[in-house]
């Protein structure tokens, strides 16, 4: 066998470690996240009708689309000021009991119906250990942040395998921006031409792992397009990455 040419593999979380656990996922978590705020700010004095927080909610997933778009990010807290600006409660009067309660509802609803490890991700993680890889968890977040999912990873018991997890609303800046990459790799002590990275979106994955010098795998998903973003390999099962390293390694 060759010397070892990847010492790294970085992976995106959602559709790639982890899966959405039901149809029409962001419809459920609307839903049950502002009625859940309706009860919370009844219970502090302030009530505010359900349309209004609603529409305070699609606002802030708005503009927190236009943050992400420029590749960055902020924090939870900083989320929940959008909601709270839109319905017209000035953050300073707002007690920490009150923003607490809100964030809690953004997770203890994501806990009702958590998302799912991937088909074959532990086992997987596992073989790739064992071949003594480096391994990272390089995620987007939306409107939960890393420190739910570290938890939940946990839970399922993949936390394990992992070197580092580096989540866009800690670190404030998001795929595909290549520092994103770059900085991860720093902390694993990996150049990126020893490391890929595997994820389900071409834009924010591939290009952007390829743009930080590392090697890019496209988990393909139904209905997305694997030529954008020009991969260097693609799978349509996670089984396969261990093939591709045999191959990259000059295995029999």
Partial sequence: MSEM???AITFDLWHTVLEEPMENFAEFLRENRTKAMEQVFEAHGLPQPLEDIERAYDAQGQKLLDIWNR????????QMGIVLSELGIATDIVDDGLKENLLDV???VLARVPPVPFDGAEQLLGGLRDRGLSLAIISNTGRTGGAFFRELLEGYGLARFFDVMVFS???RIRKPNKEIFLGT??????SPEEAMHVGDDSDTDVIGAKNAGMKGILLLIQGRD???GDPDFVVTKLS???????????AD
């Fill in 71 to 78: 590749g960055l990010d902020i924090d939870e807290e900083a």
């Fill in 5 to 7: 040419m990847i010492k």
């Fill in 185 to 190: 790799l720093e902390t694993l002590r990996v």
């Fill in 169 to 171: 609303n800690e670190a």
């Fill in 240 to 250: 396969e990455i261990l093939d591709i390293l045999k191959e990259l390694e000059g």
């Fill in 226 to 228: 694997p030529e954008r």
């Fill in 106 to 108: 953004y997770h203890e």
